[in-house]
T-cell receptor, first 111, second 112 residues
Framework: QQKVQQSPESLSVPEGGMASLNCTSSDRNFQYFWWYRQHSGEGPKALMSIFSDGDKKEGRFTAHLNKASLHVSLHIRDSQPSDSALYFCAASPSDNNAPRFGAGTKLTVKP | EAAVTQSPRNKVAVTGGKVTLSCNQTNNHNNMYWYRQDTGHGLRLIHYSYGAGSTEKGDIPDGYKASRPSQENFSLILELATPSQTSVYFC???????????FGPGTRLTVL
C-alpha cells in the first residue's frame, strides 16, 4: 500500500485559473512533504518543500500543510499552459530519508 | 543546477537476460536513489544509498540489485529480467541540506 495518496487523478483548468491539488500520507511518521512537477519526457523537478504547519508561498505556487491530518495541498494561481504536467507529492519520515511518492495528478491548463 | 545523467536512455532486453542501468552525478551528493515509474503507481522506490559502499532496500527491491562503487555512480542491476520489469527508471541524487532530490532524464526499459 502506497504511503502517499493524491487527488484528483486529473484536473483541467482554464488559463489564468486556480488549480488545487491534494495529498495525504497514511503513515503518521511521514511528516516531511515535497511537491514535484514532471513534464512529458523529462525527470521530475522539485517545486517546493514544506515541513511546518501552515502556508508556504513561492511565486504563483502556494503549499499548505496540516500536520494533524497529514494533509498537504498545492495551489497554483494564474495557471499557464506551461504548467500542464504531472504533479507528484512526496513524503518522508525525515528530511534525510528516502521520499515516497504518490501516483500523481495530471494537470491540463487549457488556453 | 545539479546534474544527474543516466545510461542507456533506452534499452530493449530479453527475458532472463542481465540488465545494468547506470547513473552518474557530479554534485557530490551523499544520497542516491532508484525509482521506477508506471502509470497509476507514480514513482516507486527500489533501492537507495547514503554513500559509497552502502545500499538500502526500498519498497520494491525484489528482482533488483544495486551497487554504489563511488560517490558519483549508482547502478541498478536486473540479474534475470522479466517482462514485469518493463518500465521507466529514474535515478536521483540529493543531500539532507538541500531538502530535495535531483532526477535524471530516465531510462525506458522494455523486456521482451
Amino acid at each position: 500500500q502506497q504511503k502517499v495518496q493524491q487527488s484528483p487523478e486529473s484536473l483541467s483548468v482554464p488559463e489564468g485559473g486556480m488549480a488545487s491539488l491534494n495529498c495525504t500520507s497514511s503513515d503518521r511518521n511521514f511528516q516531511y512533504f515535497w511537491w514535484y512537477r514532471q513534464h512529458s519526457g523529462e525527470g521530475p523537478k522539485a517545486l517546493m518543500s514544506i515541513f511546518s504547519d501552515g502556508d508556504k508561498k513561492e511565486g504563483r505556487f502556494t503549499a499548505h500543510l496540516n500536520k494533524a491530518s497529514l494533509h498537504v495541498s498545492l495551489h497554483i494561481r494564474d495557471s499557464q499552459p506551461s504548467d500542464s504536467a504531472l504533479y507528484f507529492c512526496a513524503a518522508s519520515p525525515s528530511d534525510n530519508n528516502a521520499p515516497r511518492f504518490g501516483a500523481g495528478t495530471k494537470l491540463t491548463v487549457k488556453p | 543546477e545539479a546534474a544527474v545523467t543516466q545510461s542507456p536512455r533506452n534499452k530493449v532486453a530479453v527475458t532472463g537476460g542481465k540488465v545494468t542501468l547506470s547513473c552518474n552525478q557530479t554534485n557530490n551528493h551523499n544520497n542516491m536513489y532508484w525509482y521506477r515509474q508506471d502509470t497509476g503507481h507514480g514513482l516507486r522506490l527500489i533501492h537507495y544509498s547514503y554513500g559509497a559502499g552502502s545500499t538500502e532496500k526500498g519498497d520494491i527491491p525484489d528482482g533488483y540489485k544495486a551497487s554504489r562503487p563511488s560517490q558519483e555512480n549508482f547502478s541498478l542491476i536486473l540479474e534475470l529480467a522479466t517482462p514485469s520489469q518493463t518500465s521507466v527508471y529514474f535515478c536521483a541524487s540529493g543531500d539532507w541540506a538541500l531538502y530535495e532530490q535531483y532526477f535524471g532524464p530516465g531510462t525506458r526499459l522494455t523486456v521482451l
